[in-house]
């Protein structure tokens, strides 16, 4: 069976254990040693044992570094037993410090506390043994060689771990920015798609019925007044246009678009303008008002209902069978106001514009923004009356509701 492959040390410990190597060698080629007396192992080579183990293991201080404080700590002892080596004893500290700051969590918290008691109890047992004052240096040296390297091994991760959750924080914090950037995109554009399909679908849906009957339907009159109508619908649908692009161009004022939106005052402009453009398809348009008082709305409200009626009349002149399309102001229990709009439902002769689906999401979403109820599906009609197509809108009238376009 081969042998498992250590792994590779890091450059930097390569580079550490070739110096501290070289420098044992240069103090032992000049008989530098720090055991003062006569030790059990009194060979003068004896000492380079101790020294290639520990340089040994400062290859594995990053990769491996509880194996490398086990093997040094018992290269350490062997090291007591003989002349000595300082700079045995330096790469030991350094080997402390590696396990602390590389070594596994429970390491880093262990550590300091087991060599704080080494040193505590070692220097009790050397006054206790000695009764010197020179036993407290011991005790020093003792602290500085594993206490000393632990405590500050644990500083340094300690600054590291902070480092890398701060670092993580802001990662997250910038990603927490560039999704609600994304989603403030997305909800500006669909904002934008509603506006834009609310302000020009009216106008281009009575252009396309007119054009389609002028072609369709060989007489002069019938041409002279589609393309009267198609003519003051282009002017209309051009002038609103003109006003969204000026809002956009001057988005950088948050309270424009709100001077600039429609009011339900301006229903009965809406009104008229159908009456205009589904003459032709036989559609009557009537407006019931049965507010009481007309107390003053919230802007986000007035525009919605607004919105909500110009749509409904939009489809209207699409989609609805000849009869009335009757539109009702109302307000509701609960300090909420009710839109209705209803119009004949089923088949109709002549030309029919063709349909998305979009308005009837876009009047779902500007109600589901204001917390109100929305609902639009074919219903029963009067008694003796065919079924008839209804939209109907309930919304809350608080005040803090926030405003949508």
């Not at 890091?10 to 720090?34: E, K, P, Q, S, T």
């Not at 080494?118 to 206490?147: D, H, M």
């Not at 339907?217 to 692009?245: C, F, H, W, Y």
Request: aromatic letters at 4%; hydrophobic letters at 45%; proline letters at 7%.
């Amino acid at each position: 069976m081969p042998l498992p492959a250590l792994p590779r040390p890091h450059r930097d410990d390569v580079l550490i254990a070739v110096c501290g190597l070289a420098g044992g060698l240069l103090l032992w080629a000049l008989g530098l040693h720090n055991n003062a007396g006569v030790r059990p192992l009194d060979g003068s080579w004896i000492t380079l044992v101790p020294l290639v183990a520990m340089a040994a293991m400062e290859l594995l201080r990053r990769t491996s570094p509880r194996t490398a404080l086990t093997v040094g700590t018992l290269a350490l002892v062997l090291e007591l037993l003989t002349p000595g080596n300082l700079v045995t004893l330096l790469m030991y500290t350094d080997l402390v410090y590696a396990a602390v700051l590389y070594g596994s969590p429970a390491m880093a918290r262990l550590l300091p506390y087991s060599t704080a008691l080494v040193t505590i109890a070692a220097t009790i047992g050397l006054i206790a043994w000695y009764r010197e004052p020179y036993a407290l240096l011991i005790g020093l040296v003792i602290g500085l060689v594993s206490f000393g390297p632990a405590a500050t091994g644990a500083l340094v991760r300690n600054h590291r771990e902070a480092a890398d959750a701060a670092r993580l924080r802001a990662e997250q914090t910038a990603l927490l920015a560039e999704i609600d950037r994304t989603q403030a995109v997305n909800a500006e554009r669909a904002r934008m798609a509603r506006e834009l399909h609310d302000l020009v679908a009216n106008h281009l849906s009575a252009i396309a019925i007119h054009s389609t009957a002028a072609l369709s339907l060989d007489k002069p009159e019938t041409t002279r007044q589609a393309l009267t109508v198609i003519r003051e619908n282009s002017v209309a649908g051009l002038s609103e246009m003109r006003r969204l692009i000026g809002l956009l161009r001057d988005s950088g004022g948050g309270d424009q678009e709100p001077a600039a939106a429609p009011k339900l005052d301006a229903v009965d402009a809406l009104i008229a303008q159908a009456r205009s453009n589904g003459e032709p398809s036989g559609l009557r348009f009537t407006l019931y008002d049965d507010r009481q008082g007309a107390a003053a709305l919230p802007a986000p409200v007035e525009m919605a209902a607004y919105r909500i009626v110009q749509e409904s009349l939009t489809n209207a002149l699409k989609h609805a069978a000849a009869g009335e399309v009757a539109v009702r102001l109302a307000g509701e229990p609960g300090n909420a106001l009710a839109v209705t709009v209803t119009s004949p439902f089923g088949q109709r002769p002549g030309p029919r514009a063709p349909g998305s689906g979009a308005g009837l999401v876009g009047m779902r979403e500007r109600v589901a923004l204001l917390g109100g109820e929305f609902e639009a599906g074919p219903v029963a009609g009067p008694a003796r009356s065919p079924e008839v197509w209804r939209v109907r809108a309930l919304l809350p009238m608080e005040k803090d509701k926030e405003p949508t376009a």
